[in-house]
């Protein structure tokens, strides 16, 4: 079964960058769309990119022209490349595939501060 791992969360300040990825594992990496998710302190996950098979790709508006979701399928890797953080970003950046019933990763804390 799927296994997700993400990296490359941290502190950063407003409006730095920040490039978060999540390794697959355990299926067939190229043939399943996947996601970015995020939860913030006291609020629902909620999801803020996709990409599919296709490398067809959608952003979510809170997070459109400034995050970037993309794949790479030889290294099995999903990215995403945040700019323009803002401390409303602050939150633990999850990805999923949708595999069945859909298979998620442990997060990686993202925090926008000074």
């Known amino acids: 079964q799927p296994h997700l791992v993400e990296s490359g969360g941290g502190l950063v300040q407003p409006g730095g960058s920040l490039n978060l990825s999540c390794a697959g594992s355990?299926?067939?990496?190229?043939?399943?769309?996947m996601s970015w998710y995020r939860q913030a302190p006291g609020k629902e996950r909620e999801k803020i990119a996709t990409?599919?098979?296709?490398?067809?790709?959608h952003h979510e508006n809170p997070v459109k022209g400034r995050f970037t979701i993309s794949r790479d399928n030889n290294k099995d890797t999903l990215f995403l490349q945040m700019n323009s953080l803002t401390p409303e970003d602050t939150a633990v950046y999850y990805c999923?595939?949708?595999?069945?019933?859909?298979?998620w990763g442990p997060g990686t804390q993202v925090t926008v501060s000074t």
């Open positions: 355990g299926y067939r990496f190229s043939d399943y769309a």
């Open positions: 990409i599919d098979a296709g490398f067809h790709t």
């Open positions: 999923k595939v949708w595999y069945g019933t859909g298979y």
